[in-house]
């Protein structure tokens, strides 16, 4: 059994980097959704987070990321 459940953030700036950064330094496994590969979505997977990527509107990316979380937390800065 697992000591954490998986947590889903989406998000890979601002508040989003910050929990994401947190919770893997505490072994917590998170699936963060962001909206393109770029820098940010390969420090998410160097800091052991599991990448999804598309937008909060693209139903098939919500839908992957969406699968199995216990916890999900949405993160904006705007």
Do not use: C, F, K, Y
């Not at 990448?51 to 916890?71: C, L, R």
């Amino acid at each position: 059994m697992a000591d954490h459940d998986l947590v889903l953030v989406t998000g890979a700036g601002g508040m989003g980097r910050l929990v994401t950064e947190r919770l893997r330094t505490q072994n917590v496994p998170v699936r963060v959704l962001i909206r393109r590969e770029d820098d940010r979505a390969a420090e998410m997977r160097a800091w052991g987070a599991e990448v999804v990527t598309g937008g909060t509107s693209n139903v098939t990316a919500i839908a992957q990321a969406g699968s199995e979380p216990a916890s999900a937390t949405e993160m904006s800065t705007r």
